[in-house]
């Protein structure tokens, strides 16, 4: 599984315990309500599929256990990795819960250079949002706002964007 197919929904923080139980920051509303028994843990860029034992919440934390993950000295090379789940699990949300974070797995389009590629990332800054594509092997970075966003297409995952003239040199260069 590629890592476009899967949506990030948190990091592993800790070791608990001696039996491989895990503290998971999750970064992702609703995953409570999502019905899954195998996760995928991305190590050196590559996701690794894990199958659930257990997991419990507690308000931006869950405590998790791992199929033959049964020991620290088994958990404790997985902490500080992100934890992914395949995009078909991805709730669908109504018109009127989209934001701009809900952007990620989208195609961006600018309206000069064409189709850039699929949005990889929703980066959360104190003055704004910015989204990372992979445009010619390169990760491209541009912020989502009113001046650059000329369309979002929400069944088709499209997101139209007029990239300032430049932008994308400054990655290609």
């Known amino acids: 599984m590629k890592i476009e197919d899967c949506f ?9 315990g001696l039996k491989g139980e895990m503290q998971l920051y999750v970064d ?23 199958f659930l034992e257990s997991i419990k919440y507690q308000q931006k934390n869950a405590y998790i256990y ?4 049964d020991t620290i000295e088994k958990a404790a090379p997985l902490v500080k990795k992100d934890i992914y789940l395949p995009n078909k699990l991805k709730p669908r949300k109504r018109k009127a819960e989209f ?3 809900d952007l990620q797995g989208f195609t961006a389009i600018d309206e000069n250079e064409g189709a850039l590629g699929v949005i990889t ?3 959360e800054y ?4 910015i ?27 499209i997101l139209t964007v007029d990239l300032p003239e430049g932008l994308l040199e400054i990655y290609l260069d």
């Open 28 to 50: 992702f509303d609703g995953l409570a309500d999502i019905d899954f028994n195998a996760l995928f843990i991305e190590i050196a860029g590559k996701l690794a599929p894990f």
């Open 126 to 129: 104190p003055q704004q949002l």
């Open 131 to 157: 989204a990372a594509v992979t445009y010619k092997n390169c990760e491209v970075l541009f912020p989502l706002n009113e001046e650059i966003i000329t369309g979002i297409d929400v069944v088709k995952e």
């Open 99 to 101: 934001t701009l974070k």
């Open 66 to 69: 791992l199929e033959d993950i």
């Open 8 to 16: 990030k929904v948190g990091s592993i923080l800790k070791t608990k």
């Open 121 to 123: 990332a929703i980066h």
